[in-house]
């Protein structure tokens, strides 16, 4: 079946940065869509970026853009969200997500897989 597993999250503080890592498996990576989102206490899931299946699309939201890049290794079915100059207001825990179509792409909803969660707490 089809995994996602997170990882690189941890504690820094304001100003740091961190790169998140997203290990997918059961699925043939380089024809899925990758979505991060994230959830802080209290809130709902909100988008952070995706990438379409062949990378060579991308978004954000406008909270992170400048600070945050998704990459993807496809060879490696791995994706990437590098995140700089991280702010109080980023602390969440952060999710990866796939599904196959490139349509929807800033909606939790479309994504049909998701992974455990990672979290990302930054200090002021």
């Known amino acids: 079946q089809v995994q996602l597993v997170e990882s690189g999250g941890g504690l820094v503080q304001a100003g740091d940065s961190l790169r998140l890592s997203c290990a997918a498996s059961g699925l043939t990576f380089s024809t899925y869509a990758m979505g991060w989102f994230r959830q802080a206490p209290g809130k709902g899931r909100e988008f952070v970026a995706a990438?379409?299946?062949?990378?060579?699309?991308?978004y954000y939201a406008d909270s992170v853009k400048g600070r945050f890049t998704l990459s993807r290794d496809n060879p490696k079915n791995l994706a990437y969200l590098q995140m700089n100059n991280l702010k109080p207001e980023d602390t969440a825990v952060y999710y990866c997500a796939t599904k196959q179509s490139s349509v929807r792409l800033t909606s939790p909803d479309a994504y049909n897989y998701w992974g455990q969660g990672t979290q990302v707490t930054v200090s002021s």
């Open positions: 990438v379409t299946y062949s990378g060579e699309a991308k």
